[in-house]
C-alpha cells in the first residue's frame, strides 16, 4: 500500500508539472482527488481494509499527500491565471477593431464639386469679406440706400448708421457682393466663382439664416447671353447629371439687366410634370447680364466690356440633387450621423 501511494505521489507531480491551462487542471483534479473514482480517493477509502498494525502510517501517508495535491493544484490554478491576464501573446489571426470612417460634410462635398466643375472652364475660387461694406453688398450694385429692392434682402446689420464712406457693415446677405471688389482688382478678363456663406433674417424648412451661395461671374469683350446659357447648362448636365437641362425665364434683379430666372429640368419625371417640380422644371436661382452701373461701380468700362453673373445657394442645390431624401434645409446643420451617414 505505502508502494502505491509513493506511485501516485510520483506520477501527480510529473503530471501536473506539464499543465498550463485551466480545463486540464480540473481534469487532473478529478483523476486524483475526485469524490467517486479519484485514485487517492479509492486510496483512502480502502484504508478500512489496511491491517491494524499499517493504518496509522498509511493514513497518515495518504491524507499528507491528499493536502499536498490541494495545494498543488492552487498553486499552479493561481499561477495559469496570473499567465493569462500579463500575457502578451496575440492572436493575429482575430479580426481587429474597426474604427468608424468619417467623410467630408455634404455641403463641403458639394462646395468642392461645384468649385471643379466651373474650375474645368476656367472660372477661378474666389472668397470675399462675411462682414461687407454696405456699399458691396447693395450700393454697387444699383441699390441705392433706401432702395425697395433691398427689403428682398432679410440683412443683418453689424452698424445700425454708416460708419465711413462705404456706408454701414452688414453680413454678406449675398456672394454678389463680391462682384464689384473682384472688378477693382482691374485683371480683366473676369472669370471668378464666389463661393461663400451668406446670412439673412429668414428660417423654414427651406431657407436657414446662414448657408452658402455660389456666384459666377464673367467679364470680357463681346459676352452675350448665348455665353450664359451654355454655361448654366454645362453645368446642370455635370451636376445633376447629363440628361438634364437648363433654361431661363425673364425676371428683374437692380444688378443685372436683362436678369433671369434659372430653372433646372425635373429629374424625378424627366420634365413631363410631377408632385415635385412646376410642369417639369425647378427653380435653381437668378442669372443676368451684369448691368451697366455695377460695372462702372467697379471701374469697368461698359462699352468695352460686358459680362453675366448667376448665383444661387450650394444647399439649395444639393438638395434638389440629392431628391426626396433631405426634405428640410435644417437637417444640413443638425450633425446628426444617421442622416449624415447615408451619403
Ligand atoms: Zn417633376
Redesign the pocket.
Known sequence: MKQKIQQIKEQFNEEISKISDLVKLAELEIRYLGRKAGELTQILRGLKTVPADQKKEIGQLANQLKQEMVEKIETAKKVIKGQAISSDWLDVTLPGVQWPQGHLHLVTQAISEITEIFEHVGFVRRRYPEVEWDFYAFESLNMPPDHPARDEWETFFIDPKPVGPKGQRVLTPHTSSGQVREMERKHLPIRMINISKCYRRQIDVSHAPMFHQFEGLLIDKDVTIAHLKGTLDYFAKQFFGPDRKARIRPFHFQFTEPSFEVDVS????????????KA???ELGGAGMVHPNVLKAGGIDPKKYSGFAFGWGVERTYMMKAGLSIPDIRMLYQSDLRFLNQF
Open positions: 425635373c429629374g424625378l419625371c424627366g420634365g413631363k410634370g410631377c408632385k415635385m417640380c417639369g422644371w425647378l
